[in-house]
């Protein structure tokens, strides 16, 4: 007597499948905000790391801060082209590499190993990722191949960026009576603002900000006193400056005004 295989009906597979479907539904999401939870708990860890390597930094040059140099982008940190407002070429011609500015000075004084505690691993574009810049290895060599044309066929300058935005304050500094940005960044430690960070997330346009979720916005800051605060507070994303940059208005002093307005409402 022969026996009859089991098998699944139509019906039975299809509710299999519906159960898969609405199971898969529920975890993705979860499984997306465990991941960026752990991303942003690394940024957090390496904002600290910065903020160590600072006062170490800044203890074996009598308290004074990094070299800034390019005023007017808080993130770029190695350059091949121009020259500063103080005269000094961002390009070591004698030793044929960039000069080193703001970060970058803690890696290339071995107070930070690694290149890549400079960069948030939730940065979403490729300007500021930390493969962006390791072709040549090490990092920060120049020229790099993505500045040559990056994934999308765009061409950009041949500078090193880092993966956050490094813009420290002066409590003293002259205000621009048109933006009310202070006219320049802090030289020393002493002056430094203790009450504004002066390090953040890359601040871009809204879209580009590396920890959102759906239409909420944060960023992790670093302060002087070297806490690092998550600030989610909607009202520091809802500032009427942001539809400045949104409409590609900011050039010149007014990026300045930017970062230091925006700075400014993030809270210790």
């Not at 203890?59 to 103080?86: C, F, I, N, Q």
């Not at 090490?138 to 950009?156: A, I, M, R, Y």
């Not at 979720?213 to 605060?229: I, P, S």
């Amino acid at each position: 007597m022969e026996t009859k295989k089991a098998g699944f009906t139509l019906v039975e597979l299809l509710v299999v499948i519906a159960v898969i479907a609405v199971l898969m539904s529920i975890l993705v999401p979860v499984l997306r905000k465990a991941r960026e939870g752990a991303k942003r708990s690394v940024c957090a860890n390496q904002c600290k790391q910065i903020g160590v390597a600072m006062n170490a930094y800044i203890t074996d040059y009598e308290g004074k801060l990094p070299w800034y140099g390019d005023e007017l982008h808080p993130y770029a940190v190695y350059r091949m082209d121009g020259m500063s407002e103080e005269g000094i070429s961002y390009w070591n011609t004698a030793a044929n590499k960039g000069v080193p500015m703001k970060l970058a000075c803690l890696y290339d004084g071995k107070y930070i190993g690694e290149g890549e505690v400079l960069y948030c691993p939730s940065n979403r574009m490729a300007l500021y990722k930390y493969k962006s810049y390791t072709k040549p290895k090490p990092w920060g060599s120049l020229p790099q191949d993505f500045n040559t044309k990056d994934e999308k066929g765009v061409v950009h300058n041949q500078w090193v960026r880092i993966g956050y935005t490094y813009y420290p304050t002066c409590r003293w500094s002259k205000k621009n009576i048109f933006t009310g940005a202070p006219f320049d960044t802090t030289k020393t430690w002493e002056l430094l603002d203790s009450r504004i960070p002066y390090m953040t997330d890359i601040i871009r346009k809204k879209k580009d900000l590396s920890h959102r979720d759906d239409k909420r916005y944060a960023v992790n800051a670093l302060f002087k006193d070297g806490h690092v605060t998550y600030c989610s507070d909607q009202t520091v994303f809802n500032d009427p400056v942001w539809y400045e940059l949104e409409a590609e208005q900011l050039d010149g002093e007014l990026r300045s005004k930017f970062y230091y307005r925006i700075f400014k409402l993030i809270r210790p």
